[in-house]
């Protein structure tokens, strides 16, 4: 069972790579529930396919989803991985508390090993797999629509990043059903991840799935920088710009500089497992601790870069349901960017343990401090935006409160952990956990949930169901006190991170409640897809055609919903920021345009999905040794994008009779339907109409 | 000016980046080739070749200038040599810090 199976075409393959053998043979609970997991992997794969198939969907799929390049539907399909993927790690992240719940002075029900992959696995996706796509799919979807373009300055590469990330996924899934994923973390350190400790494939699985989210987030960074450099509508000059926009800018050039750096740590580190390179082995001259100060180079603005998204959420909602202005716009735009760059002056406090002198670890915690004042600054805008405003509690704002109060205790913890002294005593502790949970938590999660509930009606045209949104949006909250504040009391009374089983019989009472909390927490995304099974049943009722359910400020809430497949029917022209809040109280903002004209839209293509899935290909091979496979993915890639430049005809005219038809409709329903007041905007009488009292 | 005076412009904007390119290169090896300073000189004048030589590649190939029109991209110049001066920088004080504190 452990001798490879036809090496020349399955490479290091043997039976026992797949769960279900070894579980067949060894039925440990800790293998069946391997097992299980790779099983639910493969029946939900051909259960979809099944599904498209019975439907006849796959025309459908191909042309209106797969190979489109409208920056709408890319958005909506990040989104779709990154939501699958949280499923995933949230399910991961229950089994390892109850691991650590049960496994109290005994060895509990998961394996050393299987428990090193479940946290690997946990952290890899939660940030390359869900913050990431998540967050690149809502900037796709609405930074175009904000700043008036009809697309993103790349279309064609912006598609080519969806693929890329969606590979990467499916290698994550694949490592479920064949063979095992690292067991070395989310940061794989070497010299562990090495070939001399980890002869097997996990390391592997996590380099080049990682290594696609990278280029890929690399490529979406530059896309959206140029979107937004070049692309604005007239008028829309940077100062004008919504804050999400502008969060998103400073995201993207985050990106662009701080995913290279990892993109070389993981690419070194392959070519010392592929090529007996010593870059960072014990011997032979290598050096580990260059891995540790390239990967934190990277890791430490990764924080930003998916916290940032989030403030920019933020800001629109704390502004839309306090019908107020933002409070200090300049302020926050420099905040932004001053936390842009100062998250580039911070990487050690990763590792301030690592042994260099105290006068620079002293340096690199001052630095760390110095993050808290622009961020504390945003803090009290948004306080300040939300004093004597019409405040209404609807689902984001509940996020956006919780944000505020949990996201400064974790700040609190982050002050604490900048100090180097105190940052040796609990390093690798389940404190630091407890500190990024509470950072990461708020400030990415409930900001991207906020932004799923905000936005829904603009991308779909109905609004989500508030009471099942509330419930979930509560089980958010409780369940993360509840799951991460007894992290803290452990973390502070010496439990190491990472921990299989426990000695400490006194821990016992905080890991149950810890795995109370995480309970919650499943119940929470549980209740997120009841919320969207009841509103998709519900869709006529809170139909929000006309497109402004909130009374929003920026130019996406100009356009019906779903917008149409141009975003703008005319370029709107704009004279100020919340041109669109101001125009809805002094003019009328929806007279049809003077005249309709052709619009010039790019024709689909599927050079992406073909480097998406070679690319996946090339990958897979790479893991298992598979070489003709490799080289076969890395040849299809060059094919595909030496033929995509051989296509003169990309674009498709929508003939100005269409663009009238489309935007005349529009126009109706929108004289038609009844304004209604902010009091009643969450019942059904919201047809996406607001009315302004000036 | 019309159109074909500012293509005219662009061509030789184009030209003299050229010239001045090929020349600074020229001159980089030569003073290497054929040493007519001590080695830390010669160092320092191709340091300084290569940095005017990134100069001159901004104003005439990418037409990087101090007009208000491509002020724009001028900040990203700037802001790109700062986060690499820093992440460049910070790596070397850490990693000889930690040679100096283990040889």
């Known amino acids: 069972m452990t001798d490879p199976v036809w090496p020349m075409l399955l490479g290091r393959f043997t039976w026992d790579s797949l769960p279900f053998v070894r579980a067949w043979h060894n039925p440990t609970t800790n293998e069946l529930i391997a097992a299980a997991a790779g099983g639910i992997v493969v029946v939900s794969g051909i259960a979809v396919l099944v599904l498209i198939t019975v439907l006849r969907r796959w025309r459908w799929l191909w042309t209106e989803w797969l190979t489109s390049l409208d920056h709408k539907k890319i958005g909506i399909l990040y989104i779709v991985i990154a939501l699958v993927m949280l499923a995933r790690a949230l399910v991961e992240a229950n089994l390892m508390r109850l691991q650590q719940a049960v496994a109290v002075g005994n060895p509990g029900f998961v394996a050393p090993e299987h428990f090193a992959e479940l946290f690997s696995t946990h952290g890899s996706i939660m940030i390359f797999f869900m913050a990431m796509p998540f967050l690149t799919g809502l900037i796709n979807y609405l930074v175009p629509l904000q700043i008036g373009a009809r697309d993103v300055a790349f279309p064609v590469l912006n598609a080519i990043s969806l693929w890329l990330t969606a590979a990467g996924a499916a290698l994550m899934m694949a490592s479920l059903v064949i063979g095992r994923f690292s067991t070395g973390g989310w940061s794989g350190y070497p010299p562990f991840t090495e070939i001399g400790f980890n002869p097997g494939v996990g390391p592997d699985y996590w380099i080049w799935a990682v290594t696609l989210g990278s280029l890929a987030s690399t490529m979406t960074g530059i896309n959206i920088a140029v979107t937004i450099y070049k692309m604005r509508c007239p008028g829309m000059k940077l100062m004008r710009m919504p804050l999400f926009t502008w969060t998103s800018l400073c995201t993207a050039i985050l990106m662009i500089f701080a995913m290279p750096p990892l993109t070389v740590a993981t690419a070194l580190l392959a070519l010392d497992r592929y090529l007996g390179f010593h870059f960072f082995t014990n011997a032979l001259g290598g050096n580990m601790m260059h891995y540790a100060n390239l990967f934190w180079m990277f890791g430490h603005p990764e924080v930003y870069i998916v916290i940032l998204p989030a403030f920019g959420i933020y800001s629109e909602v704390v502004s839309t349901f306090s019908s107020k202005e933002l409070y200090g716009y300049k302020s926050l735009v420099i905040a932004t960017m001053a936390i842009a760059v100062l998250s580039f002056t911070v990487w050690l406090h990763h590792f301030f343990t690592m042994g260099q002198s105290a006068s620079i670890n002293a340096a690199f915690g001052i630095a760390t401090m110095a993050i808290g004042v622009p961020t504390g600054v945003k803090i009290y805008n948004w306080i300040w935006t939300m004093f004597r405003g019409e405040v209404r509690f609807t689902t984001p704002m509940i996020y956006a409160l919780a944000f505020m109060m949990t996201f400064v205790l974790g700040g609190l913890t982050g002050i604490i952990l900048a100090f180097p002294p105190l940052d040796y005593i609990v390093h690798n502790t389940l404190f630091l956990v407890a500190h990024f949970h509470n950072m990461l938590i708020p400030g990415t999660l409930y900001g991207l949930l906020a932004a799923y509930t905000f936005w829904f009606p603009k991308v779909f045209g109905y609004r989500l169901d508030e009471r099942w949104g509330r419930i979930s949006c509560l089980c958010w909250i409780v369940g993360f006190y509840l799951a991460f504040m007894p992290l803290y009391v452990l973390g502070a009374s010496g439990m190491a991170r990472r921990t299989q089983a426990v000695m400490e019989t006194a821990y016992r009472p905080w890991l149950y409640m810890a795995e109370a909390g995480a309970l919650i927490l499943l119940c929470a995304f549980a209740a997120l897809i009841v919320q969207l099974w009841v509103s998709i049943r519900r869709r006529g009722a809170n139909d929000v055609f006309v497109g402004d359910p909130w009374d929003g400020r920026a130019l996406e809430w100009s356009v019906s919903a779903p917008p149409p497949e141009f975003n703008f029917a005319r370029l709107p022209h704009v004279d100020q920021a919340h041109w669109f809040y101001d125009a809805k109280r002094k003019y009328a903002p929806y007279a049809p345009p003077i005249a309709y004209h052709d619009i010039w839209m790019l024709r689909n293509s599927a050079v992406a999905p073909v480097i998406g899935i070679a690319s996946g290909a090339a990958t897979f091979g790479l893991v298992w040794h598979m070489w003709w496979l490799a080289i076969f993915g890395l040849i299809v890639i060059f094919a595909a994008v030496v033929a995509r430049s051989f296509v003169r005809d990309t674009h498709r005219v929508i003939p100005a009779s269409e663009v009238a038809r489309i935007d005349e409709s529009w126009r109706e329903a929108t004289a038609r339907a009844q304004p209604v007041p902010r009091e009643i905007e969450t019942s059904p009488a919201n047809q996406g109409l607001a009315l302004v009292r000036s | ?103």
């Open chain 2, 1 to 103: 000016m019309n159109g074909n005076d500012e293509r005219r412009a662009e061509v030789r904007s184009y030209l003299v980046g050229y010239a001045g390119a090929i020349v600074m290169t020229g001159v980089a090896f030569a003073i290497v080739q054929w040493p007519i300073a001590s080695p830390k000189l010669t160092f320092a004048a191709v340091l300084t070749l290569a940095f005017t030589q990134i100069v001159l590649q901004f104003r005439c190939f990418l037409h990087i200038s101090l007009r208000r029109s491509a002020r724009d991209d001028l900040q990203l110049i700037l802001f790109s040599t700062l986060v690499v001066a820093l992440m460049v920088g910070g790596t070397l004080v850490i990693l000889l810090n930690l040679r100096e504190r283990m040889m």
